[in-house]
């Protein structure tokens, strides 16, 4: 990866002249660096795929999850989506393959011959739809929302602007649904306006539609697209335990009935494992299929019930806006209701719209085709993202602060210059800012789409309580670092440039290897 | 490379800016885009014209996430087969994409494109907005 940003570095001379004449379209600073970025090295290969990167990296045309920005990870050419730790899950998985595996070895054969063979029959359905509803709700994607595309979120950056400090703050909208006012956030990690019921999960750093909660024991979100699926999965699961609970025992008693408890402990030892996983396994599954039936019926997800946003105790007039009515009506919506489809397209092929971007550095415009815009952005957001990630990586380990292509004569930039992150670019300087002098990164413009990722990787739990939505207008603009939540907030003017580096104003890079500066002297404070 | 610039600057005319319109959630989580007509707009399209073509766009989003006996009967027959079903069919909500997909094209193949206008199906902006391209006007590009 970076033999690719030092690649490119002589790549973006020529461009930046250009570049710099165009402050004021936001789009066209990620067309451009889409071009440098995701394109490689300056290989004239052109001619070849015209529809693709006239220079990537690869010969295979790359697709949407390889470069999707959120913390999931991608199995199957993109099919299976899941959460980064998985590790809950496949305990969930060994814990049901074994209980149910000795139940089907050693109690079944027993059972079927002594009492009826539709027990084992009845338990390997039960196992069966087990383990699809759990797949099911761990492969499939949650109800991701996408992020905006530059232009989108440069427009409502605009639009969060012209209405300044004025109530309600200018991150937040309100809606008025079926007579209940509701509050729509401003997803900083999205720049998005949160849809109702939406939420952004720290773990996975995406947004998700309906939002219920993140699962570790099925290794997933659990969202609109996968509720069902989850609550299936829990239901059936109680079913399966009391089943195996039930029949175990009633093995054990049948036998001992013949040789004696001891002896019937001895022939089949394997029941007393099952009795134990079960018996722990059925209080909480059990009491979260109870706790879900409800939330069910009442038509909330678990982060509206936990934040008590529908509760009467927050005033007389209260009352859940979302549900149906009647409770037959809401069960049939969760569960039965139309599936929709995933927002994210995880297979879909990335094309970088070439001829645009190089024409765009004439001075003439910013993509023609929204969709290959959307694609070439997915390829900023990935360069950005794994490149912030690496630092964030390289500045965790004190060796590496000498790593030379980390602190390489970094190219500068001009401050103006968008960037691969630069959703936000001409309207940076307005972002409300703790000051934080010692802890800056170098570049005012760009920085707040790193700054978010170094702020969710440090503190994913903060991100959701403490947002700079939260800091209206009036923030001081003093020198006050915040090492609590190291939130890297750039200061509203461009800073003189440090004289210990070189400005080479080529590269889209600079924004990176400012990055590890700033993190560089983050940790050696 | 300088030729395929300017190749490419002949072909594609410019694009000036863009309109963004959001959702409406005074409906509650369903799918609907405001009908308020943009003033950049103005120049270039009538309001009933743009009102007429959101207005049909959240009737089909509402067809597509409407709760009945038929989207029941889908559900259940899913969840009997295990949700493979879907491998062989598509769902309703699928279906009612390609409709609204094919709607955009012949909108914007009639009405939009003459006006050097060009709408995004909103599938693509992950339902967040309606994405409305204006392009410059040009005597050599307009109109696609």
Known sequence: ?525 | MAETHSLQDLQQPAVSSKVFIQRDYSSGTICRFQTKFPSELESRLDKQQFEETIQTLNNLYAEAEKLGGKSYLEGCLACLTAYTIFLCMETHYEKVLKKIARYIKDQNEKIYAPRGLLLTDPIERGLRVVEVTIFEDRSIGSGR
Not at chain 1, 5 to 19: I, N
Not at chain 1, 176 to 202: D, E
Not at chain 1, 213 to 231: E, L, M, S, T
């Open chain 1, 1 to 525: 990866m970076s033999q690719m940003h030092h690649a490119t570095l002589d790549h973006h001379h020529h461009q930046q002249q250009q570049q710099q004449q165009q402050q004021q379209q936001p789009g066209q600073y990620n067309q451009i660096c889409t071009r440098t970025s995701s394109c490689g090295s300056p290989a004239p290969a052109e001619g070849s795929e015209p529809p693709s990167c006239p220079a990537h990296r690869s010969r295979n045309p790359r697709r949407k999850w390889q470069v999707f920005p959120g913390r999931n990870r991608f199995y199957c050419g993109g099919r299976i989506m899941m959460a980064r730790q998985t590790g809950v899950f496949y305990l969930t998985l060994v814990l049901i393959l074994l209980t149910s595996g000795l139940f089907f070895t050693f109690d079944c054969p027993f059972l079927a011959s002594n009492l009826t063979p539709a027990i084992p029959a009845v338990g390997g359905i039960l196992f069966v739809f087990v383990m699809g509803m759990l797949f099911r709700a761990s492969f499939s994607d949650p109800g991701v929302l996408p992020r905006a595309t530059p232009d989108e979120a440069a427009d409502l950056e605009r639009q969060i602007d012209s209405a300044g400090c004025s109530r309600p703050p200018p991150r937040t909208r309100e809606v008025l649904i079926n007579g209940q006012t509701v509050k729509l956030k401003y997803c900083f990690t999205c720049k998005i306006f949160r849809p109702p019921r939406a939420s952004h999960c720290s773990l996975c750093d995406n947004c998700v539609e309906r939002f219920d909660h993140h699962c570790p024991w099925v290794g997933n979100c659990v969202g609109r697209r996968n509720y069902r699926f989850f609550y299936l999965f829990i239901l059936s699961l109680s079913f399966l335990t009391i089943f195996i609970f039930a029949f175990v025992i009633t093995h054990v008693i049948l036998r001992s009935n013949r040789t004696g408890f001891l002896s019937a402990l001895k022939d089949s030892p394997a029941s007393v494992l099952e009795v134990v996983v079960c018996f722990f396994s059925v209080w909480s599954i059990v009491g979260l299929s109870g706790f879900h039936t409800y939330l069910i019926s009442s038509n909330q997800t678990t982060n509206e019930d936990i934040k008590g946003s529908w509760s009467t105790k927050r005033g007389k007039d209260n009352y859940n806006p979302y549900s149906y009515g009647n409770i037959l009506t809401n069960c049939c919506a969760a569960l039965c209701g139309p599936l929709p489809p995933s927002l994210i397209d995880r297979r879909g092929l990335i094309q970088c719209d070439t001829p645009h971007t190089v024409s765009q550095s004439n001075g003439t415009s910013s993509n023609s085709y929204a969709s290959t815009q959307l694609h070439s952005h997915m390829c900023d957001q990935d360069q950005c993202i794994q490149s912030t990630k690496f630092v964030l990586q390289a500045a965790a380990t004190p060796l590496l602060h000498s790593d030379p292509v980390v602190l390489a004569p970094l190219p500068g930039k001009t401050t103006t210059l968008g960037g691969p992150c630069a959703y936000l670019a001409p309207t940076q300087p307005s972002l409300p800012s703790c000051g934080g002098d010692v802890l800056t990164l170098r570049d005012a413009a760009v920085d707040s789409h790193c700054h978010h990722h170094l702020h969710h990787h440090h503190h994913h739990h903060h991100h959701h309580f403490v947002s700079p939505e939260e800091t209206p207008c009036t923030t001081p603009q003093g020198a006050l670092p915040c090492p609590a939540h190291l939130h890297l907030h750039p200061q509203p003017h461009p800073p003189v440039p440090s004289p210990a580096t070189l400005y080479d104003p080529a590269s889209q890079d600079a924004l990176h290897e400012d990055s590890v500066r700033g993190l560089v002297k983050l940790s050696s404070v």
